[in-house]
């Protein structure tokens, strides 16, 4: 028994530790009747807590293929080809389903995160003491609740949210009417229905180089193409080309962008409008930073300028005010906001009744804005903090540009180091951190480095850590570089 | 212009006017620079309400199509071209997409339902004063929340729900740990994470012949054959022969099931448990109707016996606490489960942390178990008294079993009468009904009654209608009857 657990794969120890002993049983390696050596004996030999062996065992023997007898100890059963033979195949199912599994460094990384003990330089949430958790607490018992609520919804959501929406969009510059919202749980629902409820498959999505929908599936497991370009730089005719044969949209964050951080200029999103007016393109705008520009100004979106029903809109309460709410909209021409109600009511009959009415609460009783003014001068606090850890600690193999907003810095190596093994190796010493290769395939260029979450100490910690393991690969002669 | 919008269409009045005028600028008919008539003349020619014709004018405006002068009326644009020739084909992009639009008799059931003046005979949902709307409201007054609850959830869901679900599950012989269950956003989410995060395109999805599954679009959307069989009694060679080639799995309701509100004997679900094992498929077991059981009984569901791993139970809170919570749960195989999680992660990012810990509270504190026999005892009376109506009006063309829990009354007319016409005409006299034919497609015998919603007068008033029409329907000669 020489084989171990792996501690950094997708399945959970335990899980390992079970398959393993199946597989040993099916292979018939583990024949019906072998006495099992001693859990104390098994954690020892597979280098994991007697707890998670304990788990395992248990799990075993709950699938029928072994059993304890009291004083002699746990066997193989004597038959467990019946467990064995009837059992789906769960595992094929899984393989062979529809649905893109997470990226494997995403796996990991959510994995990890559940552990309390690592510094998280990566996460795109706020940090516990940065949420309102005790004035949300209080504002509960001021929540009222319509004698609808707690039936189904209404298939665009709750009017009275829908309303409030309204008066909040027109400090973004947009003039809409509740026929024209879809409340959504979170933006991320709201790509997903766009990909099940407006696109054919094969559709091409053009996107950013680097690009928050390259960390997520929903249209590339609905079968389209992801396609990175430089959308600020026109490239009509070679868009225009492809777009003969087949469907596009265009998914973009002109403000304080995912993983950038950057916001484009005026002039920018004017010559981006325009080329997709002329090709017809949809444009997906992603605003969910929005309300976290530093100054407290705001950038006008794209959709301020809409004319022409070109631009479907989404925004979300997580960044600025509560990820765990699960609240967001879509801002569209009527028609599609009908057609993805009615999908969004197919697929899970609306958001949350409460979550709903707890954030029509904040937004019309000023809470939700008072609460983001503390917020926005927190993160810039963090982030002034985080550049200066920089300059002390990777000014001389790194450079980025100073965060006008939002959670996130994009900070650039000289050279390809953010591979694969410098993610896996920070992970060993405790450091999580989202790599660029997450966002743009093959860039090793990149860290997005999340000043929202990690506390102070954490960021001097991970940053220094961070320093000294990008060093030592600079050194290694082992280092991958480009010819 | 002797054009009217269609009071029974899926589109909403006004957005038919819309399109209606779009059509006719962009064919020609009304040319640039066209006077429109008053308002409150469309008015009347479109038989609509002054406010309807508003809306759809405004719209029209916003879509650059035609512009108010003042003292002078409203005109169509003098270059309506460029804003009907940019904008994106938004109808194309609908019709070509992957989710199937909800069937056209359940678009109409939704739109309905908006109006307060209908009387529902068919709504799967409690009746407001059913709701514990005032108890659930004070009791916000008592949730206190984690640190952390504000922030993205854990991929399965908050580990307090999941141990109070392994408490409250064991009442009904289930006996789970927290690492083998997921919270969703309902019962529905839960068949779409398996539709998408478990099966291939065109696996055989086996179910009842009349059944809740026909009615939604999660598996076929996803590419699946959905295959309506008598599942109590065993048909092994031929489902057999069909999976030696396809994937397959079986969607159950052994517990109150919907539409007819039957329970399988100990025998049928035995029976039909050992094929499934012998097939190697796995069951869907949807149990969301099981704490109501009139006798306060509890049924033990397929998962209870379920030594194998072959059963994916689903419950949720929608039919006993409250619907627009939107929380359910899935307990399955461990890797299984993982598996989903990663899917809803990707989806959704996890359900609502409110609505998790309103109902941790609930089935912690006792409220739950409180407010379900209250609401047993409730529905009960209700169908009793529903089915004195029915003896009273319906005796001589209908016939039904009395329900022993739930919501519904499977009610089968003598003749084929349920035909769309009838389901029309009802809605004219301000009643709507669920037809069998959402269920089990050429059905025209069955009426899915729901004693869940209407009041006492209005299931007395809906019923008589009811009635009346159905034998205005067995007089009239151009009723179709098979032969
Ligand atoms: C750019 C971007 N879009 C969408 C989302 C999803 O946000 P929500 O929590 O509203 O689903 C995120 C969160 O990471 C994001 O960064
Ligand atoms: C049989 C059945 N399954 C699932 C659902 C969906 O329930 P939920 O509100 O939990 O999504 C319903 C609701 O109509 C139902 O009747």
């Known amino acids: 028994m020489h084989w171990q657990p792996k501690r950094q794969a997708a399945l959970s120890l335990h899980t390992q530790i079970v398959t393993w002993f199946t597989d040993n049983i099916r292979s018939g390696d583990f024949p019906p009747g072998m006495k099992c050596p001693p859990q104390r004996v098994l954690a020892v030999q597979f280098g994991v807590n007697r707890s998670t062996v304990h788990t395992a065992m248990e799990e075993l023997q709950a699938n029928g293929l072994i059993e304890s007898i009291v004083g002699k100890g746990t066997f193989i059963c004597a038959d467990p080809w019946q467990a064995l033979l009837s059992q789906p195949k769960w595992q094929r199912y899984i393989d062979t389903s529809i649905h893109k599994p997470n990226m494997d460094t995403i796996q990991l990384i959510n994995d990890y995160e559940q552990r309390s003990d690592m510094i998280r330089l990566g996460t795109g949430e706020l940090a516990t003491t940065l949420l309102p958790t005790a004035s ?42 509740p026929r024209n919202i879809l409340i959504v749980s979170g933006a991320l629902q709201a790509l997903q229905l766009i990909a099940l409820g407006l696109l054919e498959r094969g559709s091409l999505v053009f996107h950013e180089e680097a690009s928050y929908l390259q960390s997520i599936h929903p249209f590339q497991s609905a079968g389209m193409q992801l396609l990175g370009r430089r959308l600020t730089q026109i490239d009509k005719p070679s868009m225009q080309a492809m777009l003969q044969t087949r469907q596009g949209v265009c998914y973009v964050m002109p403000t304080l962008h995912n993983p950038t951080g950057y916001s484009w200029s005026e002039a920018e999103k004017q010559t981006f409008y325009t080329m997709c007016q002329q090709l017809s393109l949809p ?39 509560s990820a765990g709410l699960r609240i ?88 390809p180091v953010i591979q694969k093994s410098l993610f896996l190796q920070l992970i060993q010493r405790g450091v999580l951190i989202n790599p660029g290769y997450m966002y743009q395939p093959n860039d090793f260029h990149h860290i997005r480095l999340s000043f929202s979450y990690a ?23 082992k280092k991958k570089r480009p010819d």
């Not at 444009?283 to 029903?309: C, H, M, W």
């Not at 028609?335 to 904040?362: C, E, F, N, P």
């Not at 000023?366 to 810039?380: C, E, F, I, M, N």
């Open 136 to 177: 949300l607490e209080q504002s509960l018992a001021h929540i009222t609740l319509s004698p609808r609520a707690l039936g189904y919804s209404e298939p665009q959501g709750s009017i009275a949210l829908r309303e409030a929406l309204c008066v909040h969009l027109q400090k973004r510059g947009i003039h809409t009417t």
């Open 328 to 415: 967001g909209w879509i801002v569209a021409p009527e028609a599609v906001i009908q057609r993805l109600a009615d999908v969004k009511m197919q697929t899970d009959y609306g958001s949350s009744a409460l979550s709903q009415a707890v954030v029509t609460h904040w937004l019309t009783s000023g809470l939700y804005d008072a609460s983001v003014d503390t917020l926005r001068q927190q993160l810039q606090q963090r982030a002034r903090y985080t550049e200066t850890l920089l300059h002390m600690y990777l000014r001389d193999v790194a450079s980025w540009q100073s965060p006008t907003g939002g959670y996130y810095i994009w900070l650039r190596f000289h050279e």
């Open 455 to 477: 506390s102070e100490a954490e960021l001097k910690t991970g940053i220094q850590l961070l320093s000294q393991l990008v060093n030592e690969a600079l050194l290694s002669p």
């Open 283 to 321: 444009i997906i705008e992603d605003d969910v930073y929005e309300a976290l520009q530093f100054d407290g100004t705001s950038i006008r979106p794209l959709k301020a300028n809409d004319r022409s029903g070109h631009v479907l809109y989404i925004g979300s309460i997580s960044k600025a005010l």
